[in-house]
């Protein structure tokens, strides 16, 4: 059983360009959200997808958006990029009916802005 | 709103030896606990939870932690430590909604 996968696992990108990360939840699992962990410090919550919907959203800008696709993989858009958006983006996701809390993550997408 | 704040940014220690990772936490509503191990260049892997019931909780690799409501603590221990624990660990609270809060993390180093 698959777990969380992500890609690209790393890229490099310059000032003002545009990205994408990609998800993929583990089977069995609904929801997915977004976390972005800049170095030496915890993840910051981005948002949360559930039934192609976000859900529920962090303090971030409006150049982060993102979308969910039927089959419950999805996608972090960052537009405009600054050098502060270099982090490592975790996908998590958790499973449909599930109220433990509990989130899976990926290993990770890791974004240098050059 | 919820927030965590992990008191020890760093913690050496030696193998074989315990370990004590400090977690406060602040909610105005009822909260599930978590503490997650993140290996280098890896991403984050649940090491326990504490969502009701007995304030003691035990997770994977020997690590244990206890949910204290009156001081909002939910420290995690290990009576003996080895070297593949040395990671960066988080703590973190939720309140059901699949939405994380996390400490900035605790970097522990095991040394022979």
């Known amino acids: 059983d698959a777990g969380v996968t992500q890609s690209p696992t790393h890229l490099i990108k310059t000032r003002g360009q545009q990205v994408t990360l990609r998800c993929s939840p583990k089977?069995?699992?609904?929801?997915v959200s977004w976390y972005q962990q800049a170095l030496g410090q915890g993840p910051q919550f981005i948002f949360q997808?559930?039934?192609?919907?976000?859900?529920q959203r962090g303090n971030f800008p409006d150049r982060f958006s993102g979308h969910q696709f039927p089959n419950y993989s999805s996608e972090l858009n960052v537009n405009a990029l600054l050098l502060g958006d270099s982090a490592l983006y975790l996908c998590?996701?958790?499973?449909?009916?599930?109220?433990?809390?509990?989130?899976?993550f990926g290993e990770g997408s890791r974004l240098t802005v050059l | 709103a919820q927030s965590v704040t992990q008191l020890d940014s760093q913690v050496p220690v030696f193998e074989e030896a315990p370990v004590e990772l400090r977690c406060n936490y602040s909610?105005?509503?009822?909260?599930?606990l978590f503490w997650y191990v993140q290996y280098p260049n890896q991403g984050l892997q649940l090491l326990l939870k504490y969502l009701s019931g007995s304030t003691l909780v035990k997770g994977i690799n020997g690590f244990e932690a206890e949910f204290n409501k009156s001081q909002t603590s939910f420290h995690l221990r290990k009576p003996s430590v080895h070297i593949s624990d040395t990671a960066e660990y988080f703590c973190?609270?939720?309140?059901?909604?699949?939405?994380?809060?996390f400490g900035a993390g605790t970097t522990v180093t095991v040394r022979a």
């Open positions: 973190a609270v939720s309140k059901g909604d699949y939405k994380l809060s």
């Open positions: 998590a996701s958790s499973p449909a009916g599930g109220n433990t809390g509990e989130l899976f």
């Open positions: 909610s105005s509503v009822s909260v599930y």
């Open positions: 089977s069995g699992h609904d929801t």
């Open positions: 997808y559930y039934e192609e919907e976000e859900r």
